[in-house]
C-alpha cells in the first residue's frame, strides 16, 4: 500500500465563530441502464472521475480491489479542501462512504434499486460534519449533488449505449 502525507496547513479559525454543522442529505438518482452496469460504473473509481463533472482536483487512486476503494481529491484551486475516500463495497447493489477533510468529514450510504430490465434507481444518504463556517446550506449542497450526479448520469447513460449493454 502506498503512503502519502500531506504537507498542509488547516485553515485557522476564531473557534467563537467556528459552528461544527452535522447535516444529513438524501438523494435518488434514475439510470436509463441495468443494475449491474450501474453498479460496476459508479464503483469504478479512478483519477480521471472528476473530468467528468468537470471538477478541478486531482484524484490519486490509493487502493482498489474488488471490495474497497481508497482514493484522496486534492483541490486545485482553494473552493474545497483535501479529502481522503474509503469506500467498502457491497455487491451487487450498495457501498458505503467514508470522507475525511480538512473542511468536512462524512458518510454516505449509495444503494441501488432495479426498476426495470434497463433503469436503476440510487438512493444517497449523507451525513456530512461541517468543519468551516463555509458550509453550504442544504439546498446550496442539494444542487450541487444534483448537477454532479446529471453530469455522471448523462455520462453512464453513453457508456451504456457504447458498450450495447
Avoid at 449491474?36 to 480491489?65: H, M, N
Avoid at 468536512?104 to 440510487?122: C, E, M, N, V, W
Wanted: one cysteine or more.
Amino acid at each position: 500500500m502506498k503512503h502519502i502525507f500531506f504537507n498542509s496547513t488547516l485553515p485557522r479559525y476564531d473557534s467563537e465563530k467556528l459552528k461544527r454543522t452535522i447535516a444529513s442529505y438524501q438523494f435518488s438518482k434514475t439510470f436509463n441502464a441495468p443494475l449491474s452496469f450501474v453498479y460496476d460504473w459508479c464503483t469504478d473509481y479512478s483519477e480521471v472521475d472528476p473530468k467528468i463533472t468537470g471538477a478541478k482536483l486531482r484524484r490519486i487512486i490509493i487502493q482498489k480491489t474488488k471490495s474497497r476503494a481508497i482514493y484522496v481529491n486534492q483541490p486545485k484551486n482553494a473552493e474545497i479542501g483535501t479529502t481522503i475516500n474509503i469506500v467498502t463495497l457491497h455487491p451487487p447493489d450498495r457501498w458505503h462512504m467514508s470522507l475525511f477533510g480538512e473542511e468536512r468529514d462524512g458518510t454516505g450510504k449509495y444503494h441501488l434499486t432495479r426498476l426495470g430490465p434497463r433503469s436503476t434507481k440510487l438512493h444517497v444518504s449523507l451525513k456530512m460534519k461541517w468543519k468551516t463556517p463555509r458550509a453550504p446550506t442544504k439546498t446550496e449542497f442539494h444542487e450541487r449533488l444534483n448537477s454532479m450526479w446529471s453530469k455522471y448520469a448523462a455520462a453512464l447513460e453513453r457508456d451504456c449505449k457504447r458498450n450495447k449493454v
